[in-house]
């Protein structure tokens, strides 16, 4: 069964503005690690955050969790048209990936 | 490096026939490969956890006799989805763990595209 629920479903913002999707999950994670996935084409890692750190950057991107409130944060800075895609959280632990519901960004010029 | 190509990238067949996919690393070993699938506007649900060598470990709820799994060499595993029929049409995703690293490295396969009529 799914572990993360993500916010918004759906999320559309013009180029340049900041994107912020959340996500939640049950249970205890290792790490957390988000992926984009381009309309029907397989999966690009992101980046992943150990339970131990609060907070991660990688270019514009930066992560953030709070392991007290079970919830962590993507957030994509001056977005560009070509950040369309849908976006994962995915808990890790053990060997498995267990994978959020997602969230469709669509970035307009 | 960490390239995983999956063969073939979509697929049509009829119903009642059977269909194989291929999942390959193609620079690195994988002892354990993983296949997904994912419906339309949807999040990717495992199927099961492949282990070279050994049987395939299947989640709750996906039937073993159905989707046969083999990950007969370090590099390739697949799965052939028997007897298809129209409910099985998906787009099926694997991945792979490199051997002798961490716990956390997984690399996806560019997925495959089932539709059976």
């Known amino acids: 069964s799914q572990q993360g629920e993500e916010d918004p479903q759906a999320l559309s913002i013009q180029e340049g503005e900041n994107a912020t999707m959340n996500c939640s999950y049950k249970?205890?994670?290792?790490?957390l690690q988000w992926y984009r996935q381009n309309s029907g084409r397989g999966l690009v890692h992101l980046i992943l955050?150990?339970?131990?750190?609060r907070e991660k950057h990688s270019g514009r991107l930066r992560v953030t969790l709070d392991t007290s409130k079970k919830s962590s944060s993507l957030l994509i800075t001056a977005s560009r048209a070509a950040d369309t895609a849908s976006y994962f959280c995915?808990?890790?632990?053990?060997?498995?990936?267990?994978f959020g519901t997602g969230t469709q960004l669509k970035v307009e010029l | 490096g960490a390239v995983v190509s999956q063969h073939p990238s979509w697929v049509i067949c009829k119903s009642g026939t059977s269909v194989k996919i291929e999942c390959r690393s193609l620079?690195?070993?994988?002892?354990?490969m993983f296949w997904y699938r994912q419906f339309p506007k949807q999040s990717l649900m495992l199927m099961a956890t492949?282990?070279?060598?050994?049987?395939?470990?299947?989640e709750q709820g996906v039937e073993k006799d159905k989707f046969l799994i083999n990950h007969a060499s370090l590099t390739l595993s697949t799965l052939t989805v028997t007897s298809a029929h129209p409910e099985d049409s998906s787009f099926y995703i694997c991945?792979?763990?490199?051997?002798?690293?961490?716990?956390?490295?997984?690399?996806f396969g560019p997925g495959t595209r089932l539709t059976v009529t």
């Open positions: 991945s792979a763990k490199p051997s002798g690293r961490g716990t956390y490295e997984q690399y």
């Open positions: 249970t205890s994670i290792n790490n």
């Open positions: 955050i150990r339970s131990n750190e």
């Open positions: 995915a808990k890790g632990g053990g060997n498995k990936l267990t």
């Open positions: 620079d690195f070993q994988a002892t354990t």
């Open positions: 492949s282990n070279e060598g050994s049987k395939a470990t299947y």
